[in-house]
């Protein structure tokens, strides 16, 4: 047994060298890593796809630059050159709102400049006006960039036809026109934020309402007929005594009724007016209406309010004035 033993022990020794030597051959050979192996094919896959080309506009979004030097980069770059990826850049910005970190007052002026721009360069009426309807619809907006919504849509339907090349800050390209269809469409949804009543307690209402007030007064070519005649019914109810709206609101019904349909309105303006108990708040508004669409049979009533009432007399004497001045255009000797 011990002689086999001895005769065994080479035999052993070299296997226990042959092993070690693969153990150690195995040790030094460069491994791969499983981690790094699944992570390959993605790198690779990564590396085929195109890289994006960073915006031409993407220091406009930048609050670390003072916002008034952004804004006159933006109005420079888009002088030079606006395409559709500039006009496209623009829309995301307006969705996005004000960059991170900027001031409120300083993001309203940003986004009021976003608008404006999109209204002088994009040639699409029904994107540029589903856009910023989308923005005067959606309650997360602040109340003003909803505000600015509302004039941007108004002084874009009232901008002329392109003439020229040089006039092309105040007018529209043919085919940035909007059709009857979609001037239609904007100004029934003007109509609908005007008497909303979860925006009563707002100004957009007011603001809604002045706008119609100066397609009125100049209508170039606009035909707001029908949507006056919408509003005659919520104006009747906010012209009511009783009437549960706020007295901003109610104010601003007092001005749109002159001016959209003052015949109608007319008697029921003078009741607001000619109230002694009345609310001078109201009855202001009512006054320097009656000097807009009143009457030679006012005159003398607007004369005892200018002496009987000091708050009123301003407003009275304006009115007094005006009415003078309409009726000796309208009856020259």
């Known amino acids: 047994m011990t002689s086999l033993l001895r005769k065994s022990l080479p035999f052993i020794g070299f296997a226990f060298l042959g092993g070690a030597g693969v153990c150690v051959w195995n040790m030094r050979a460069p491994s791969v890593p499983d981690t790094v192996a699944r992570l390959e094919p993605a790198r690779l896959k990564s590396s085929l796809r195109p890289r994006s080309v960073p915006s031409k ?31 496209r850049e623009l829309y995301r910005f307006m969705a996005n709102g004000a960059p991170q970190g900027e001031l409120p007052e300083h993001g309203y002026v940003i986004v009021n400049e976003i608008m404006e721009q999109l209204r002088r360069h994009d040639s ?9 309807l989308q923005v ?3 309650s997360r907006q602040p109340e003003v960039v909803r505000d600015y919504a509302v004039q ?9 036809p392109l003439q020229a090349p040089e006039e ?40 809604t309402l002045m706008m119609f007030m100066d397609l009125a007064r100049h209508p170039g070519g606009i035909d707001c007929s029908q949507s006056i005649d919408t509003l005659k019914p919520w ?17 601003s019904a007092i001005q749109a009724a002159g001016v959209l349909a003052p ?34 049979a006012d005159l003398e009533k607007l004369r005892d309010i200018s002496i009987a009432h000091p708050e009123l007399s301003y407003a009275a004497q304006d009115a007094i004035n005006s009415l003078n001045s309409r009726l000796a255009q309208a009856n020259p000797r």
């Not at 104006?235 to 104010?251: D, G």
């Open 57 to 87: 506009l993407a220091f406009f979004t930048d609050p670390g630059q003072p916002w008034q030097l952004r804004i006159d980069l933006l109005r420079n770059a888009l002088n030079e050159e606006c395409g559709e990826p500039e006009i």
């Open 124 to 132: 699409d009426p029904q994107r540029f006006s589903s856009a910023l």
């Open 136 to 138: 005067l619809q959606d």
């Open 152 to 160: 941007h849509l108004v002084g874009w339907l009232t901008l002329r």
């Open 168 to 207: 092309a800050q105040d007018a529209l390209r043919p085919s940035a026109r909007p059709s009857p269809e979609i001037t239609a469409h904007v100004l029934q949804s003007l109509v609908a934020a005007a008497i909303d009543p979860e925006l009563e307690q707002t100004n957009i209402p007011g603001t």
């Open 235 to 251: 104006l009747t109810r906010a012209l009511e005594e009783n009437s549960m709206l706020s007295t901003p609101v109610r104010v």
């Open 263 to 296: 015949d109608e309105f007319r008697p029921v303006i003078r009741t607001i007016a000619y109230a002694e108990n009345g609310q001078s708040s109201l009855r202001l508004p009512s006054i320097a209406v009656l000097g807009q669409c009143g009457e030679a």
